[in-house]
């Protein structure tokens, strides 16, 4: 609505839209939705609905697209007894109907017919069974005007030259009463004073940032909440994952050899892999499932684009936070990683880094399948596992290929790898070697130079730098605003 309406104005309005279009009982019961199994309210409410969404800034013109599609034939009336009592009031509703009932056809004050490209009749629909038998073309009895209407006008397979002759005949007809009548007249110019009038109105519609800001990152808060199946499935897999770490790892901090530090090396691996993973998956089916209602808000201009997106993941990050913590205590325990409060914290904040990044990435990948949570799905393999391959696990970093070098410089797993190496074994008193036959190192810096990786806290925060520019990269080339700038829209 327009920035200067009040609170009790809005309220109001409100009020007043859900009695005129019947909702007021069901106004305390979610909408549900098909596509996450959660039940709601009826096909013919939904459609009610979606006009009162349309009608709460008290349109003058409303366009509806076939507001029956999918209904059945008292749900359809319902709808269409609803659209007319809106016109009563003084609007004015255009819409196209898809082979209406008797009843939902006789609703209806005028009526237009269009046939190949011409206007075949406009006028009351009263008159027009007159119109098509002064042609010789007489409605039977009690047959459904719109089925004969359609039928009359339409070109059959096989009767093509009979059926456009017809149809020529029909709208020659219309067009000769037209220019008899003087109905016909030329397009008015554009008037200036219009445009900027409409554009002034469209501007005073449009809510500073704060307040988009505010309600969406609410909606999304509450519409993350409401998942309560995904809350708990995540949480259940959280603390199974980390359990089942804890104890293939459990407490492998014995020794100074080889063994360990490959034992360590994998165990960040796999805590990594994990991290991100049980993040990635659910955040990739996000924005398909959402498309709809972010088309229709943006064809609206009620938001920003980018505030839909960054109230999408911040709306998340407390719930992915504690699973990160909670992954975080199990894990880093269990294994047996270095006991002190600064690498407890570093640990925390890389696994906390891999879920954040994950998850600008699995909006990245959404925006990419758009509508199509599928292919979402089928996204997440190719876009992950090359840069899993150049952690430095699998292949060291002195042995990267040049042709593939910049795989190595962006993997995102490399950089959080290297902090938990670093945070391990750098400042490490590993102990005397003794008489160890195996190979031993003598100290960290030698585990770290044997695994290429760098030394101390300040590789460590620009690791940390390098993590936070890839998931700010990742986040400006989200591409929503791409999608719904190039899509086609349904006219």
Not at 416 to 432: P, T
């Amino acid at each position: 609505m327009d920035v200067s309406t009040t609170v009790e104005d809005r309220e109001e309005q409100i009020d007043k839209v859900l009695v005129e279009l019947g909702l007021m009982k069901i106004r305390d019961t979610r909408i549900g939705s098909p596509i996450t199994g959660t039940r709601g309210i009826s096909g013919g409410e939904a459609k009610r609905l979606a006009f009162a969404s349309e009608i709460l800034t008290d349109p003058p013109l409303l366009f509806a697209d076939e507001p029956t599609s999918g209904l059945d034939s008292f749900a359809a009336q319902s709808v269409v007894n609803a659209l007319k009592n809106l016109a009563d009031s003084g609007r004015t509703i255009i819409c196209t109907i898809h082979q209406p009932p008797s009843e939902v056809f006789q609703l209806f004050h005028q009526l237009l017919l269009f046939a190949e490209g011409r206007t075949a009749y406009m006028g009351p629909i009263s008159t027009a069974p007159a119109a098509f038998a002064r042609l010789g073309y007489p409605c039977p009895e009690n047959y459904n005007h719109a089925d004969f209407y359609i039928h009359t006008l339409s070109i059959i397979p096989g009767k093509e030259d009979e059926c456009r002759a017809r149809v020529n005949e029909i709208t020659d007809d219309y067009q000769r009463q037209e220019e008899a009548d003087g109905g016909l007249r030329a397009p008015l110019p554009e008037s200036e004073n219009l445009v900027n009038t409409l554009r002034e109105m469209s501007h005073n519609r449009i809510q500073p940032l704060f307040t988009q800001a505010k309600w969406i990152l609410w909606r999304s808060f509450v519409t993350s909440m409401r998942e309560f199946q995904v809350v708990g499935v995540q949480l259940m897999q959280t603390i199974v994952m980390a359990l089942m770490f804890g104890l293939v790892y459990l407490q492998i901090n014995d020794g100074n050899g080889n063994d360990r530090v490959q034992n360590f090396a994998g165990a960040a691996m796999m805590v990594l892999v994990s991290a991100s993973f049980t993040t990635l998956y659910p955040v990739v089916q996000v924005f398909p499932t959402e498309v709809v209602v972010l088309i229709r808000d943006h064809d609206n201009h009620m938001y920003k684009t980018w505030i839909f997106y960054f109230s999408k993941f911040f709306a998340e990050l407390p719930i992915t936070t504690l699973y990160s913590l909670l992954f975080t205590v199990i894990t880093y325990f269990m294994i047996g990683f270095r006991v002190d409060a600064d690498g407890f914290f570093t640990y925390f904040a890389v696994l906390l880094m891999a879920a954040y990044q994950a998850r600008a990435l699995g909006f990245f990948i959404s925006t990419l399948a758009f509508d199509n949570a599928q292919l979402g799905l089928a996204l997440v393999t190719p876009f992950v596992i090359p840069f899993m391959l150049f952690t430095g696990v699998f292949l060291n970093p002195d042995n990267v290929p040049d042709y593939l070098i910049w795989i190595d410089r962006t993997s995102w797993f490399k950089y959080q790898w290297e902090a938990l190496l670093i945070n391990e074994f750098d400042d490490l008193d590993l102990g005397s070697c003794g008489n160890a036959t195996a190979f031993c190192f003598e100290n960290c810096d030698a585990v770290l130079q044997q695994l290429s990786l760098g030394q101390g806290l300040d590789q460590i925060c620009f690791d940390f730098g390098i993590l936070l520019a890839n998931m700010k990269d990742t986040d400006k080339h989200s591409g929503i605003q791409n999608h719904l700038n190039t899509r086609t829209t349904p006219s």
